[in-house]
Structures are given as structure tokens and as C-alpha cells.
């Protein structure tokens, strides 16, 4: 079945994660972590594996993955911190998930308590109904959540129809150059190019449609013969 080969798959990256990044148990202690082909057996060493990690409560796969792929990077950097020093972070104001961005505060201003227990809990639990990956600030999951649903399930996106048909294989093409020599950008970096894509398009409907109301103001203008004068 596609849910057994999935788990499969999902199983074996955990199982690289551990052997080349993440290094938690001895080479002997992973021996369980290579059952993929017997997923009951897995199962409970994946169990016993997310509880050594100090993995949070995550529902989802997805959330699962991305928060072990998270705790990967930070080792990765951990290992070598000066292989890094050349990277200049932008400035960008400090947010550590405590602090709501100016957009959710003015959007809920100050009526809800953004950070009560309640509040995260149900976030969490819409993201996990959306397929949202987690992220430890749970306001930046409701960014992501508000988009989904501008995209997907506004009023504006009732009636569209699916798209359907083959994918466009823009990881494999020449369509689209952005990376240099380095082989292991050239496909996040072709995804991110697309994301700025579309929001280029994006910024042109916005374009057309202002010219189309300013065009249509100026073409239908309202006159009022009373505030005119004749003479001096």
C-alpha cells in the first residue's frame, strides 16, 4: 500500500538522519532503527528513539520530520560553528515566539491573550487539521494557516478549479538557473525561486487591478455644476 511504502521512506530518512547527522546512539544501538523492513519492530525503536531525543508531542509525520530535521541542523552547526562565521544574519527584529509580529498584534489588538495555553493549543490543532509543519513559534504557524486559507478556502478561492495534470519537473529542467557550482543548492534554490515567482504575479494583479479602478474612476467622472463659477 502508498501508507506502508510512505512509512518506509519516512523511516529510512530518519534512519540516515541518525547515522550521518544526528549521532545520538552507537553504530550497535541503531541496529533496531534498521528493521524498515519490519515496521512493527521500527515502530517501537522510532518510539523510544523520539523520547531519547526529547522530542515534543507532535501528531503528524510531517511535524515529526520537521522538527528532527531541525535538531539535525542545529548539531550540524553545533559541530563546527566557525564554518559558519561568514554568514550575516539580516536584521531582522528578534522574535523568540513570545513577542507577536505587529500584523498579529494589530489583527487580535490586544483583545485576545496570544499566548495563553488555549490560544496555542488550538493553533496547533488547526495546523495539524491544514497539514501545517510544526514550528516552535506558534505564531508563525498562524501566518502559515492564514495563507492556506486566503489560498485555498477564501471566498475568492471557492470557485477556482483544481489544477490538475502532470507537475511541472522544474527540478530537473534547464528552465530555471539560480545556483552556481554547488549541486546541493541548486534545488532549494530553484523552490525558491518559483515562491518569488509567483509572488511577482501576484504583485502584478494587484498592478492591473489598480490601473483598471484608476482607469475606470477617470473615465466615469462625477461633476458637480454646482460648486462651478462663471466669470470672475
Same mark, same amino acid.
Given at each position: 500500500?502508498?501508507?506502508?511504502?510512505?512509512?518506509?521512506?519516512?523511516?529510512?530518512?530518519?534512519?540516515?538522519?541518525?547515522?550521518?547527522?544526528?549521532?545520538?546512539?552507537?553504530?550497535?544501538?541503531?541496529?533496531?532503527?534498521?528493521?524498515?523492513?519490519?515496521?512493527?519492530?521500527?515502530?517501537?525503536?522510532?518510539?523510544?528513539?523520539?523520547?531519547?531525543?526529547?522530542?515534543?508531542?507532535?501528531?503528524?509525520?510531517?511535524?515529526?520530520?520537521?522538527?528532527?530535521?531541525?535538531?539535525?541542523?542545529?548539531?550540524?552547526?553545533?559541530?563546527?560553528?566557525?564554518?559558519?562565521?561568514?554568514?550575516?544574519?539580516?536584521?531582522?527584529?528578534?522574535?523568540?515566539?513570545?513577542?507577536?509580529?505587529?500584523?498579529? !498584534?494589530?489583527?487580535?489588538?490586544?483583545?485576545?491573550?496570544?499566548?495563553?495555553? =488555549?490560544? *496555542?493549543? #488550538? $493553533?496547533?490543532? &488547526?495546523?495539524?487539521?491544514?497539514?501545517?509543519?510544526?514550528?516552535?513559534?506558534?505564531?508563525?504557524?498562524?501566518?502559515?494557516?492564514?495563507?492556506?486559507?486566503?489560498?485555498?478556502?477564501?471566498?475568492?478561492?471557492?470557485?477556482?478549479?483544481?489544477?490538475?495534470?502532470?507537475?511541472?519537473?522544474?527540478?530537473?529542467?534547464?528552465?530555471?538557473?539560480?545556483?552556481?557550482?554547488?549541486?546541493?543548492?541548486?534545488?532549494?534554490?530553484?523552490?525558491?525561486?518559483?515562491? !518569488?515567482?509567483?509572488?511577482?504575479?501576484?504583485?502584478?494583479?494587484?498592478?492591473? =487591478?489598480? *490601473?483598471? #479602478? $484608476?482607469?475606470? &474612476?477617470?473615465?466615469?467622472?462625477?461633476?458637480?455644476?454646482?460648486?462651478?463659477?462663471?466669470?470672475?
Amino acid at each position: 500500500p502508498a501508507s506502508t511504502a510512505d512509512r518506509k521512506e519516512f523511516a529510512s530518512t530518519i534512519l540516515w538522519l541518525e547515522d550521518q547527522k544526528i549521532r545520538l546512539y552507537t553504530i550497535e544501538d541503531r541496529d533496531k532503527l534498521r528493521n524498515l523492513e519490519d515496521l512493527k519492530l521500527w515502530e517501537e525503536a522510532y518510539v523510544k528513539y523520539c523520547s531519547d531525543l526529547s522530542m515534543p508531542a507532535l501528531e503528524t509525520q510531517q511535524e515529526q520530520l520537521t522538527w528532527i530535521i531541525g535538531h539535525a541542523i542545529r548539531l550540524e552547526f553545533l559541530d563546527d560553528p566557525q564554518q559558519y562565521s561568514s554568514v550575516q544574519p539580516q536584521d531582522e527584529p528578534k522574535n523568540n515566539g513570545t513577542t507577536a509580529p505587529q500584523k498579529v !498584534q494589530t489583527i487580535f489588538d490586544g483583545k485576545i491573550n496570544i499566548n495563553d495555553k =488555549e490560544f *496555542i493549543a #488550538a $493553533v496547533r490543532q &488547526l495546523a495539524t487539521k491544514l497539514q501545517v509543519p510544526h514550528h516552535p513559534s506558534h505564531l508563525l504557524q498562524l501566518e502559515a494557516i492564514a495563507r492556506i486559507v486566503h489560498e485555498r478556502l477564501s471566498a475568492a478561492a471557492k470557485d477556482r478549479k483544481p489544477i490538475t495534470g502532470t507537475p511541472f519537473p522544474f527540478d530537473k529542467g534547464n528552465d530555471i538557473v539560480v545556483s552556481g557550482n554547488d549541486a546541493a543548492l541548486d534545488y532549494p534554490m530553484r523552490i525558491l525561486r518559483l515562491l !518569488q515567482i509567483q509572488s511577482l504575479r501576484q504583485l502584478q494583479t494587484h498592478i492591473n =487591478e489598480t *490601473i483598471v #479602478a $484608476v482607469q475606470s &474612476l477617470t473615465a466615469n467622472p462625477k461633476t458637480d455644476t454646482k460648486l462651478g463659477k462663471v466669470g470672475r
